[in-house]
């Protein structure tokens, strides 16, 4: 028997009091997927991402997560989240890079949560995956926003994850470090089998890195491989880029 999907989505629709921010949301993630969310504002991107932690409300239509209903699924630790806008809540928090990446660790655990040698072990080895190994005893709050948002993403990777969602990795990053951002997620798709699911307004970039594109605009205006798409009657720059670029807008 094939194991079941890391995501399936059936007709999600999702409504902020009188206004729909998804309609009849339609698609599957495989094991191995790595699949990037594009469309313009307000689309319904981040929408979608804390409707599948349950963290939006929910108008009708069905999630499973792993083969479960997400209502009846509790096993959080198989899934890493690297939520938007967090970086200046960062910048005086009183805790060390290690103490922050180790407090993914609690996902995994029963009251008393304590951590463990194996849990500093794994803390150890997602700093050396990127590159923070000499700053995990600095506070967070002296890094530079790249190296908060690499110790972020070592956080939502420390219990090595099977599925990772990111929302807007890389909006804090400066240019020059997105690439080895998104290189080192490369890394962790093929080299570690890790089934990511990243929300971006970064569209020159997301589609040399993922294997498929999902493109919302309150509804599925397209998902598929990227090779797909480019073979659409409409050109890119004619439908994809065009829509896109509202992000520039506002």
Known sequence: MNNPNPLDIRNLTVKYQDTLALDSVTFSVAAGDYVG????????????????????????????????????????????YLP????????RFPATVREVVASGCLAGKRFPKWLDRSDWAAVKRVLHLVGLEAQARQLIGRLSGGQRQRALLAR???????????DEPTAALDPAFRETFYQTLQILNRQHGATILLV?????TIGRHAGKLLHLDGRV?????VAEFEQQQLHPSDHFHRHLRLRSRG
Do not use: C
Not at 51 to 80: M, N, S, V
Not at 156 to 166: K, R, S
Not at 221 to 225: A, H, L, R, S
């Open 221 to 225: 205006v397209f998902y598929g491989g």
């Open 37 to 80: 969310v594009v469309g313009p504002n307000g689309s319904g991107k981040t929408t979608l991402i804390k409707a599948i932690l349950g963290l939006a409300g929910r108008a009708g239509g069905e999630i499973d997560l792993f083969g479960q209903p997400r209502a009846q699924f509790t096993d959080w630790r198989r899934i890493g």
């Open 200 to 204: 971006t307004h970064d569209t020159e």
């Open 156 to 166: 939502a990777l420390v219990l090595e994850p099977e599925l990772l969602m990111l």
């Open 84 to 91: 938007q806008a967090t970086q200046m809540l960062l910048e």
